[in-house]
């Protein structure tokens, strides 16, 4: 049963932010889906999460996403914390949020805030810095200290 999102907020954010790293999938054209690791921060807007991610425009990203903007999103620890999701993607292109997507990657203690200058990048305005924006539709959580007595994740439903 779907329960609201405020509901796993909390262990949502709790394990994005110590897991760090992110496995996001986008499919092609021809339907056949590619992975790729990535590094998102999320946040939560008016009880919606919203992942932010410094990736480059590379051309497969890039057509894919083009094609087909549905991504799948997961995470995983060794201690069983899962996040799976599923999200629509689109590059951002205001400027003013991508200042604010640039002060939250440098405002948030490391390792999930960096500072993005490390990849060459001198502020939001750089043609380097590309920001791929996240809004999920579907989002899972399982705690692992329920491992292995429950393996069921709690699930929200995210209206647009």
């Known amino acids: 049963m779907a329960e609201q999102f405020s509901a796993l907020q909390d262990d949502f954010l709790r ?3 110590e897991i760090v790293w ?7 054209g021809r339907g056949r889906p590619r992975s790729r690791v990535l590094h998102p921060i999320w946040e939560v807007v008016d009880g919606r999460p919203i992942g932010w991610i410094f990736t480059g425009r590379t051309p497969v990203k ?9 991504v799948a999103f997961s995470y995983w620890s060794p201690s ?3 996040v799976l999701g599923e999200a629509t993607a689109s590059w951002v292109e205001d400027m003013g949020v ?9 405002g948030t203690p490391p390792p ?20 791929l924006r996240l809004d999920p539709s579907r989002v899972q959580v399982l705690d692992g200290a329920n491992f292995p007595t429950s393996l069921t ?8």
């Open 15 to 17: 394990f994005t932010h």
């Open 22 to 28: 992110c496995t996001v999938t986008t499919v092609d």
């Open 62 to 70: 890039a057509r894919h996403l083009a094609e087909n903007p549905h």
């Open 80 to 82: 069983q914390n899962v």
């Open 98 to 106: 991508k200042q604010r997507v640039w002060d939250i990657f440098l």
């Open 112 to 131: 999930l805030g960096y500072d993005l200058r490390a990849f060459g990048v001198a502020g939001p305005e750089s043609e380097g810095f590309t920001v």
């Open 153 to 160: 994740p709690r699930t929200a439903v995210i209206e647009p």
